[in-house]
């Protein structure tokens, strides 16, 4: 079965500097990855998301994220955050096992900007 | 643009009471998920439907949970009797999974707070 490590609970930056959201999955199919938002008290909205192609993905907000097959990850960055990134993120996985349809997600990582 | 909805969005309740909660899915998905979140153990997939059927609902308590799709407009979570440890934030997510484009809409959530 799949599953999904976000190595970092909390991420403090300051605005307008870049930032990196770590997330590895583990899984030795080929899987379908996801990274959604989630800001306060409402529910979550897709980022971006991989499924065959091009290794870069770009997403909403400004926000891209890398496929790397060989350290099975899909790391979020954002070359200058906003006050208004601030919430969590989740990245997710689907994979054959399920037909693609169940999408397990990780435990989320805190993304707090600075001003 | 085309939103998830769900109602209510918060609900206390008594310990023993039947708890429902309602999700109108996005008109043409053909997909409906419910999850769960909570602190301690993140984001839980209960149960998915395709087309109306269920496909999965292993993530679920069989004992007092169940989720229904009485028609194509309308998903159900029923929690019957409820128990303080169903405290949570359940969340609907819908999707048209045929298209290949795998990525779901999620609602506003149901806060449930069962005292």
């Known amino acids: 079965a799949q599953s999904v490590t976000q190595l970092d609970s909390q991420v403090p930056v300051f605005e307008e500097a870049p930032v990196e959201l770590r997330c590895n999955y583990s899984s030795s199919v080929s899987v379908y990855l996801f990274w959604y938002v989630q800001y306060p008290n409402q529910g979550l909205q897709l980022l971006l998301k991989?499924?065959?192609?091009?290794?870069l993905v770009k997403g909403i907000n400004g926000f891209e994220a890398e496929f790397n097959k060989s350290q099975t990850s899909f790391h979020l960055r954002k070359p200058s955050v906003h006050i208004s990134d601030t919430a969590e993120y989740f990245c997710a996985v689907s994979g054959p096992e399920t037909s693609y349809d169940k999408v397990i997600f990780g435990p989320g990582t805190s993304l707090s900007v600075i001003p | 643009d085309a939103r998830v909805t769900q109602t209510p969005r918060h609900k206390v309740t008594e310990m023993g009471q039947e708890v429902t909660m309602r999700c109108q899915p996005i008109l043409g998905h053909n997909t409906v998920f419910w999850y769960r979140q909570t602190m301690m153990q993140g984001l839980e997939l209960l149960a998915y439907f395709r087309n109306r059927a269920p496909l999965d609902d292993s993530g679920m308590p069989k004992d007092r949970f169940s989720a229904e799709m009485p028609d194509a407009t309308l998903a159900t979570l029923k929690i019957q009797p409820s128990e303080p440890r169903d405290s949570a934030v359940y969340f609907c997510?819908?999707?048209?999974?045929?298209?290949?484009?795998?990525?779901?809409?999620f609602g506003s959530g149901t806060r449930l707070t069962v005292v």
């Open positions: 997510a819908s999707g048209l999974v045929a298209s290949g484009n795998y990525g779901y809409t």
């Open positions: 991989y499924l065959s192609g091009s290794t």
